[in-house]
């Protein structure tokens, strides 16, 4: 059974730094394609980091420059790197694998 495990949202003031991982669990990892969407109230998924081809990643025009995807294939892990945080970033947070299986979701607040 696939598991994607989510850690580390929370809250963090403007301009502050986050880092979100995800770590997957029964099934391979390296092979699929990957990344990062979020969710913010009342608004549908969307998007944040892809990568369909290892070493070319797709970001959301609106997080470019700041946010940053990485993975750690031995770890079967993959990481968000948030900096310089912005109200408009409050979502919840999802990983993806395969475009089939979703982590459970980590909730980021950015927020004075």
């Known amino acids: 059974q696939v598991q994607l495990v989510e850690s580390g949202g929370g809250l963090v003031q403007p301009g502050g730094s986050l880092r979100l991982s995800c770590a997957a669990s029964?099934?391979?990892?390296?092979?699929?394609?990957m990344g990062w969407y979020r969710q913010a109230p009342g608004k549908q998924r969307d998007m944040v980091a892809l990568?369909?081809?290892?070493?070319?990643?797709n970001y959301a025009e609106s997080v470019k420059g700041r946010f940053t995807f990485s993975r750690d294939d031995a770890k079967k892990t993959m990481y968000l790197q948030m900096d310089n945080l912005k109200p408009e970033d409050t979502a919840v947070y999802y990983c993806?694998?395969?475009?089939?299986?979703w982590g459970q979701g980590t909730l980021v607040t950015v927020s004075s």
């Open positions: 990568t369909v081809t290892k070493g070319i990643i």
């Open positions: 029964g099934t391979s990892f390296s092979i699929y394609r």
């Open positions: 993806n694998l395969g475009g089939v299986h």
